[in-house]
């Protein structure tokens, strides 16, 4: 439009000089033929002037500036002059044309195409937008959706219908894909439920039998060995599946009572059941006090498992210390070394202890309840040389380091 408006602009400038030309050339003639039949005419000044004069002269177009008493101005004016004789005698003729000023033809051509365009610009913008937010609603709905879709959800996943050929196959293909996803998750979840009580009963019989053999006094020093390792394989066996059982019914959401409990009276609790069974050491630390909406069962659950593993790895049987600081709740044991993967630490079936008694699920059951109920856990190791001020050790430390493992109830 700009260069269409230059254009124009030049056109309607050459289309108004050749016309004001024509027009000065007949309005000459008129003149001349009214000469012959008047010889005294002397014309409309400053328009149309007729003069007598002895000295030829051929036609001249030229622009000249002129003031205009009327209008109290100078204007721009086309002149053409020439002599002609008539009846015997020169007369110089000269005939003018008020020319239209070049700026205000350029001022009305960009006025009017900036008018166009913005009256283009506001019809098409409010077009543009009423369609395109009728094309694309169906779209970002479903998309909304896509992201509040969970595998566990019993309903199938329903998309808006669209006028757009390419989001309706798209949404055919994921409706397709999101009740398969949600058919085969069921199915796992059933399969799992299923293995894991049936295999209680199979294990319990197996522990029993055992323990009748191992009671039995005819039983040599070998067999005794090969029985009792038995029995641990088992006893561990009974243990992977409780853990698989437990991570189950979290999935399933089956842990649905809510009451406000007190961690720190949790922790409290945790930790006295702990002091029956084991030897090490266990130091609180209560800097504030913490509250939330939970299962009290998984409240407990969660802290059995970090006591359990900073107890199962901590170095000497050094002093296991619990800490609760703000909105956090951490948990230190000693180490000489940090692990080498730390982001794997709460994935199922990770470990790297070398230690048969784990399980590599303790963890994962820790992280399971903090993302069931939207807390953030989290690993740290510290070594001898660094300081915390926010934990506050109440010993000194002799190995090469602190495996920290922390809970925020506020994230």
Not at 102 to 119: G, K, R, Y
Not at 225 to 244: A, F, P, V, W
Not at 384 to 391: G, R
């Amino acid at each position: 439009m700009i260069l269409s408006g230059i254009a124009l602009y030049l056109y309607t400038r050459s289309l108004l000089e050749n016309e004001i030309e024509e027009e000065l050339y007949s309005n000459k003639d008129r003149v001349e033929r009214l000469l012959e039949k008047n010889p005294d005419l002397v014309g409309i000044p400053p328009i149309m002037m007729a003069e007598k004069t002895e000295i030829p002269q051929d036609n001249e177009l030229i622009d000249t500036l002129i003031y205009d008493p009327l209008q109290d101005e100078i204007e721009l004016f086309k002149q053409l002059s020439g002599t002609k004789n008539i009846n015997g005698q020169q007369y110089k003729i000269t005939v003018r044309a008020m020319v239209i000023e070049s700026e205000d033809i350029l001022f009305a051509i960009v006025f009017t195409f900036m008018v166009i365009i913005f009256l283009g610009f506001i019809f098409l913008f409010y077009l543009n937008k009423s369609r395109n937010e009728k094309l694309w609603r169906p779209f970002f709905i479903n998309l909304n959706k896509l992201k509040e879709f969970s595998v566990k959800a019993d309903k199938p996943l329903n998309f808006e219908e669209s006028e757009i050929l390419e989001f309706h196959e798209l949404n055919r293909e994921m409706e397709s894909l999101t009740a398969k996803i949600q058919t085969d998750y069921r199915n796992l979840r059933q399969f799992t439920e299923d293995v894991s009580h049936e295999m209680q009963t199979p294990l319990a019989i197996m522990q029993a039998k055992i323990e009748t053999l191992i009671n039995d006094q005819k039983i040599n020093e070998s067999q005794y060995e090969q029985l009792s390792s038995l029995q641990g394989d088992i006893q561990r066996l009974k243990q992977l599946n409780k853990r698989l059982i437990l991570l189950a019914k979290i999935d399933n959401n089956q842990f649905t009572a809510k009451e406000t409990i007190s961690i720190n009276e949790i922790i409290q609790q945790v930790i006295e059941n702990f002091r029956e069974l084991i030897q090490t050491r266990i130091i609180f630390v209560e800097n504030s006090k913490i509250s939330v909406v939970m299962d009290k069962t998984l409240a407990v659950i969660l802290f059995n498992n970090l006591l359990a593993n900073a107890v199962k790895h901590n170095v000497d049987n050094h002093a296991v210390e619990v800490i609760i600081e703000g909105n956090n709740c951490s948990i230190i044991n000693d180490g000489n070394v940090a692990l080498k993967q730390p982001e794997s630490i709460f994935e199922r079936f990770y470990k790297e202890s070398k230690k048969a008694d784990s399980t590599g699920l303790g963890l994962s059951i820790v992280k399971k309840i903090c993302d069931y109920y939207r807390f953030g856990p989290s690993y740290s190791f510290r070594t001898s040389t660094e300081t915390d001020t926010a934990i506050k050790t109440q010993r000194e430390l002799t190995s090469q380091g602190q495996h920290i493992f922390s809970v925020d109830f506020n994230k």
